[in-house]
């Protein structure tokens, strides 16, 4: 029931504000409450305290004790939203899938699928010696196992 609760109020938090969408929500058994957003354009200090203050000033801790934690998705937890592949464009991520482990550039995404490119050293076709080609695949979301957005340091 608590719960419940605290899931509608979510959802209408986050109805206010469609730019942002739930990343995870949990609620243990000593209802300590967890949600983790991200948004389209990132999430900042404001948008927390505003989905926190909507869950928490609608709840009667006279009636529930409870505390409650909003907080954004940090860069190092992996995409699990397919709205987070979009606001990553451009970025190099680390992908693993049932069959492979790719790491490339994004430069597109769709509803069902993104695109990855990178650039490999093949053998030549003829002669020895390498040659740099580009690279580029379309990965379906379904297929993903794990993917990260790669943090370089220039």
Known sequence: MFKQKVEGLLNEALEAKPDLFLISFQVTGANMIQVVIDGDKGVNVDDCIEISRIIEHNLDREEEDFSLQVMSAGITEGLVHV???????????????????????????????????????????????????????????????????VVKFN
Do not use: C, S
């Open 83 to 149: 709205r987070q592949y979009a606001k990553n464009m451009g970025r190099t991520l680390h992908i693993i899938t049932e069959t492979e482990e790719i790491e490339g550039e994004l430069i597109a995404t769709t509803a069902n699928d993104f695109t990855l490119q990178w650039k490999a050293r093949e053998p030549k076709p003829v002669g020895k010696g390498k040659v740099t080609v580009e690279k580029k695949q379309v990965v379906p979301y379904g297929e993903v196992k794990k993917a990260q957005v």
